[in-house]
């Protein structure tokens, strides 16, 4: 079979995808979009976008496009990439009802950010900075103490495996010892759970890593590595990350919105609170590793002072990054539990129609099984006025999770031996949901007649 073959039919495949998706997103009442820009193989920026739309009784999301930015990543060159799609595809940007962006200055700028750009085009957009990208921010800050200790951590991982020969003898040693893992993990600032998971596994063969340091002879490491004061911090990083990816998985995933995303974010901030109060009556049960440590020394008097900083400073940029969407809010309320609603709450143009939902039984039953989105995509075509509003909180994207995953995706299909690649068709067909209606393209397709 011939390349252009092949090429061909991706292409194909690829179109009658698209096709399929933007039928769908026109018919819908409202869309969403989220949007991230990366770098691939071959030094381009490349855009990429998935929406989020109703079909019929359910909501969907899916890959939009990847387009190259040819020259700068301007808010201006974004938006017309943008803008042109919409216009070939005949999207309307009235039915645009939220975007969700990693923050960046070209996305959020103030007056001329992206964000912008769409206002102008429709001003009720709700906007949304990812809050994957926000937890990962607000979790940055820490006490000098702890950031020299976790910074020694750093240090003792390179050495480790800053050399294949370094790499075998800590085998060895794990090995000998009867260790659980065999090897460390680096760290790097652009994963989101690899610090937490680099300072477990450090406690975890911090008897290995001591006895390997001590077969180097690195002294300098040594005597850091085994002061009490650092395998308390260390015992103390590895249980508050610990914390933080647990946060950082919740937070990740298809099909999630903004109002369970804040509900996880104040559900950490009230534990952050917690654990402070209990450090200050000297109660580490919270963390684990800690207590196991502290059961052999006591709790020091500075120890406690670093931990009670670090979760007040934790406190505060998280409550700076997340200033949320007011829980209390009437509309919010309606959302979350529409049955456990006051009328008079409620805004007088949807009051009527809400009663009518509220009382009745099958949309109480309905509500009962399916998830909150697929609740309120089902009830819009019998109540569209009161759905319609709460599927304007519901259908934006509350982070760009799906985008980093077609990130991955197209890493993959565009190496280095492939780097002149027009990735926007394999990629299509890689990662879309939606299948090729083959029988469709067989039928368009002209039969080769034997000569």
């Not at 050495?159 to 075998?168: D, E, L, P, Q």
């Not at 065999?182 to 596994?201: D, E, I, P």
């Not at 950082?248 to 509900?263: A, E, F, P, V």
């Not at 580490?284 to 800690?290: G, V």
Request: aromatic share 8%; charged share 25%; proline share 3%.
């Amino acid at each position: 079979m011939l390349n252009d073959t092949i090429k061909s039919r991706i292409v194909d495949m690829s179109n009658n995808i698209k096709h399929q998706i933007i039928t769908k997103i026109q018919a819908s009442p409202m869309f969403a979009i989220q949007l991230d820009e990366s770098t691939d193989v071959a030094n381009l920026s490349q855009l990429m976008v998935f929406a989020r739309y109703m079909n019929g009784p359910t909501i969907e999301e899916e890959f939009l496009f990847c387009k190259p930015l040819e020259t700068t990543t301007k808010a201006e060159d974004v938006m017309a990439v943008v803008s042109t799609f919409f216009g070939d595809m005949n999207l309307n940007w009235k039915n645009i009802v939220g975007v969700c962006s990693d923050g960046a200055p070209a996305m959020l700028g103030s007056r001329s950010g992206f964000i912008s750009l769409v206002k102008h085009k429709n001003p009720n957009v709700l906007e949304t900075h990812c809050f994957i990208h926000r937890q990962a921010l607000a979790s940055k800050t820490m006490p000098s103490s702890l950031c020299a200790n976790l910074a020694i951590v750093i240090k003792v991982v390179n050495y480790i495996k800053s050399g294949a020969s370094n790499t075998r003898l800590f085998r060895q040693i794990c090995e000998g010892m009867d260790a659980t893992h065999q090897s460390l993990l680096f760290h790097t600032q652009v994963r989101w759970l690899s610090k937490g998971n680099m300072l477990a596994r450090v406690f975890e063969l911090k008897e290995e890593v001591d006895t390997f340091l001590k077969m180097k002879c690195k002294m300098d490491l040594l005597t850091e590595f085994n002061k009490p004061e650092f395998v308390s911090h260390l015992a103390y990083l590895a249980d508050i990350f610990k914390a933080l990816n647990e946060l950082n998985r919740k937070l990740q995933g298809r099909d999630t919105n903004i109002i369970s995303h804040t509900d996880n974010i104040n559900a950490f901030i009230s534990k952050s609170k917690l654990w402070r109060r209990k450090i200050m009556e000297g109660n580490t049960c919270s963390f684990h590793r800690l207590t196991d440590v502290l059961c052999n020394e006591p709790f020091s008097a500075q120890l406690q002072k670093d931990i009670m900083e670090h979760l007040d400073c934790l406190g505060r940029e998280f409550t700076k990054y997340f200033p949320g969407i007011n829980t209390e809010d009437p509309l919010i309320a309606m959302v979350r539990n529409p049955f456990k609603c006051v009328v008079e709450t409620i805004r007088e143009d949807i009051q009527e129609e809400f009663l009518e939902l509220v009382h009745d039984s099958f949309s109480k039953d309905e509500f009962q099984i399916l998830s909150l989105s697929d609740f309120w995509a089902k009830m819009y075509l019998a109540y569209p006025i009161v759905s319609k509003q709460a599927l304007k909180t519901i259908v934006p994207f509350s982070s760009t999770y799906v985008c980093e995953s077609g990130f991955s995706s197209l890493l993959a299909i565009k190496t280095k031996a492939r780097n002149k690649l027009e990735v926007k068709d394999d990629l299509r067909c890689s990662i879309s949901f939606t299948e090729p209606d083959i029988t469709d393209l067989v039928r368009r397709k002209q039969i080769q007649k034997s000569h």
